[in-house]
């Protein structure tokens, strides 16, 4: 059983690009959130996905965009690249249900790099 | 705001010597808490999750937290330590009102360090 996929895994862009990341959730699971993980801080929540619409959004500028499609699997892009958003960008799955609180699982991470 | 605490940037354990890792929270109500660890270069692995009942939460590699309401932690611990257990480990809290698998708050990691 796969779990968490993302491509690319390394990425390097100049400023003012765009960039797309992609993520396929775990088996099973029908909801994906997006986070960026800054050098030596903790994730922060950019945005969730979940019925091919966003749900949730962090403090994240409208350059941060998603989709999500049929399959579950989930894109992420953003335009106008600066310096600043170079990161570690980490995709998670979940499974909406009616019982507690679930866990997400995450996948191992696009490293985008902006020059 | 809601938000967790991770006080220590890194923790120094000898290898065999029980571990702690600490974490506090700042949420109204009951918190949804999980720790996850991270390896160089990787992903968020999923240890444990503390929902509600026991305050005593079991996870994966012998892994263990304490909930403790009155001073609004959730520590880390693990009773032998491990050199393989060294990585960098996250403390995050569930957003109020995210739903069952929403937003997860993240504090600032703590690095641990396992020598032999």
């Known amino acids: 059983d796969a779990g968490v996929t993302q491509s690319p895994t390394h990425l390097i862009k100049t400023r003012g690009q765009q960039v797309t990341l992609r993520c396929s959730p775990k088996?099973?699971?029908?909801?994906v959130s997006w986070y960026q993980q800054a050098l030596g801080q903790g994730p922060q929540f950019i945005f969730q996905?979940?019925?091919?619409?966003?749900?949730q959004r962090g403090n994240f500028p409208d350059r941060f965009s998603g989709h999500q499609f049929p399959n579950y699997s989930s894109e992420l892009n953003v335009n106008a690249l600066l310096l600043g958003d170079s990161a570690l960008y980490l995709c998670?799955?979940?499974?909406?249900?009616?019982?507690?609180?679930?866990?997400?699982?995450f996948g191992p991470g696009t490293r985008l790099t902006v020059l | 705001a809601q938000s967790v605490a991770q006080p220590e940037d890194q923790v120094n354990v000898a290898e065999g010597n029980p571990l702690t890792v600490k974490c506090t929270y700042s949420?109204?109500?009951?918190?949804?808490l999980f720790w996850y660890v991270q390896y160089p270069n990787r992903g968020l692995q999923f240890l444990l999750k503390?929902?509600?009942?026991?305050?005593l939460v079991k996870g994966s590699y012998g892994f263990e937290a304490e909930f403790n309401k009155s001073q609004t932690s959730f520590h880390l611990k693990k009773p032998s330590a491990l050199v393989s257990d060294s990585a960098l480990y996250f403390c995050?809290?569930?957003?109020?009102?995210?739903?069952?698998?929403?937003?997860?708050?993240f504090g600032q990691g703590t690095t641990l360090q396992v020598k032999p």
């Open positions: 998670a799955s979940s499974l909406r249900s009616s019982g507690g609180p679930n866990e997400q699982f």
């Open positions: 088996s099973g699971h029908d909801t």
């Open positions: 996905y979940y019925e091919e619409e966003e749900r």
């Open positions: 949420v109204s109500g009951n918190p949804y």
């Open positions: 503390y929902i509600t009942g026991d305050n």
């Open positions: 995050a809290v569930r957003e109020k009102g995210s739903g069952n698998t929403g937003k997860l708050i």
